[in-house]
């Protein structure tokens, strides 16, 4: 649990890309990457997960739910929390109770099958309030979805703080919808935020201490590096870099969310897990060395078998997928 003042506590990796889930049995390897790398959390969140978001109504079914149960053990094997995100902001009814009861339902079942915290979010979906019971009770969606936020903390959490992913998740000013949401949203919530970009190359203390202002709540940054789902052929195997190493003192945390691809993700989130360990002693190129070391083999391996033939890759400008590929060959 963070508390404001004290060194970030949140540090792991969510699963909250779009395009094809990764398999159970990367999950389960990933996890178990987590926990020897030293990440605390893992958040359950594929976009194109249906239960996840476009069927956050239905319970999972008896198959999908044993799956999650697996999930979970092997957290609590690898020392690692397991946090349940729901996306139900597609085509929520924000003031029907019935709404808020279908999914305080949905997670007494998840939470039966091991995960230790519920998260919301709300990131990507529409800016207009579609139900007429809705524009009655709302003066906007901001005010709408903290109002659900709120009442799904009370209804679920018993007061503990609920991790939730607002819809304006990047940049650093004031807006109408930061306003009304910040505002209603209780005082127990830690909120998403991205940097100063959707996908951010640097982040300084100065934007996180505009965006924790703007928004009047304390800040966990969901990094997107090294995710590729805005082009999945490009592969951003390289280390971690432009965090200030001042922001994890600001914040309560960081959270990464990784590539399409599972293995190859290994490298840059193994740097990751370096800078979240000694921020002040972080350097990119020792990290990517031990990275390497440790990984390198494995990665190469994942990429000799991957099916696209065309992959870029970021660990230099302009590099092919076989100038990366002989790079990882040769230092690992």
């Known amino acids: 649990m963070f508390v404001a003042g004290q060194a970030a506590v949140i540090a792991g990796v969510i699963e909250g890309f779009y395009g094809p889930p990764w398999s159970h049995r990367e999950r389960l390897d990933l ?14 969140a594929p976009k194109d997960d249906p239960y996840h978001r476009q069927l956050w109504r239905e319970p999972y079914p008896g198959h999908e739910l044993e799956l999650l149960a697996e999930l979970a053990a092997a957290c609590t094997s690898a020392g690692v929390e397991l946090a349940w995100a729901a996306a139900p902001g597609l085509d929520i009814r924000y003031s029907d109770p019935r709404e808020l009861e279908t999914l305080a339902a949905k997670w007494q079942s998840v939470s039966a099958a091991g995960a230790s915290s519920l998260q919301l979010l709300w990131d990507d979906v529409g800016r207009r309030l579609r139900d007429p019971d809705d524009r009655r009770r709302y003066g906007s969606v901001g005010e709408a979805q903290a109002d659900f936020t709120n009442r799904l903390r009370a209804r679920c959490l018993d007061g503990a703080p609920l991790v939730v992913c607002p819809l304006d998740y990047a940049g650093t000013k004031r807006s109408a919808y930061r306003d009304s949401f910040g505002s209603t949203l209780d005082r127990g919530a830690i909120v998403y935020w991205t940097g100063p970009e959707v996908v951010s190359k640097r982040i300084a203390v100065a934007d996180l201490d505009r965006a924790r202002s703007a928004f009047g709540h304390e800040l966990v940054l969901w990094d997107n590096y090294p995710v590729n789902d805005f082009e999945p052929e490009r592969l951003f ?35 990751v897990a370096d800078f979240l360990r000694d921020p002040a002693g972080y350097d990119p190129e020792r990290s990517f060395d031990r990275a390497l070391r440790r990984y390198g083999e494995e990665v190469v391996e994942a990429l000799r078998r991957a099916p696209q033939t065309s992959l870029a890759a970021s660990l230099g400008p302009g590099a092919t997928a076989a100038a990366a590929l002989a790079l990882l060959e040769e230092r690992a």
Do not use: Y
Not at 31 to 44: P, Q, S
Not at 251 to 268: R, Y
């Open 31 to 44: 996890i178990a990457f987590c926990g020897e790398e030293g990440f605390r959390d893992w958040v359950h």
């Open 237 to 271: 195997l390289g280390p971690l870099r432009g965090r200030d190493p001042s922001l994890l003192a600001g914040c309560a945390g960081l959270i990464a969310n990784p590539m399409v691809q599972a293995i190859p993700s290994k490298l840059p989130l193994a740097t």
